[in-house]
């Protein structure tokens, strides 16, 4: 069983950024792809993007190419996404995600292949 904990959500204006984390418990950090996804009021849960176990390969949608970095540090059991140029459109509740994986450099990008969330956190853009 895996838990995860996100931080750093809040309000900032447009143009403005912001930095999430993710951490995670257990001790094999590093067999696990991440992902973060986020929720607008009124749609469906929306993949952003995913890193592989060993960090060395990522997936962005287009809308955040440029503007979002995903990392991790297997070290700390933590996923970071800075979020830079954010628009009001990005105002979502961010989730972090979890799901073991057979390979190092393997990124999951569906919902459906995650087995572990965390709690949330909203990140509300003004424009």
């Known amino acids: 069983q895996v838990q995860l904990v996100e931080s750093g959500g809040g309000s900032v204006q447009a143009g403005g950024s912001l930095r999430l984390s993710c951490g995670a418990s257990?001790?094999?950090?590093?067999?696990?792809?991440m992902g973060w996804f986020r929720q607008a009021p009124g749609k469906e849960r929306e993949f952003v993007v995913g890193?592989?176990?060993?960090?060395?390969?990522?997936s962005y949608i287009d809308s955040v190419k440029g503007r979002f970095t995903i990392s991790r540090d297997n070290a700390k059991n933590t996923v970071y996404l800075q979020m830079n140029s954010l628009k009001p459109e990005d105002t979502a509740v961010y989730y972090c995600?979890?799901?073991?994986?057979?390979?190092?450099?393997?990124?999951?990008?569906?919902?459906?292949?995650?087995?572990?969330w965390g709690q949330g956190t909203q990140v509300t853009i003004s424009s």
């Open positions: 890193i592989s176990g060993s960090g060395g390969r990522v």
């Open positions: 257990g001790r094999t950090f590093s067999t696990y792809a």
């Open positions: 995600a979890a799901s073991q994986t057979l390979g190092s450099m393997v990124v999951l990008t569906s919902h459906y292949e995650y087995a572990y």
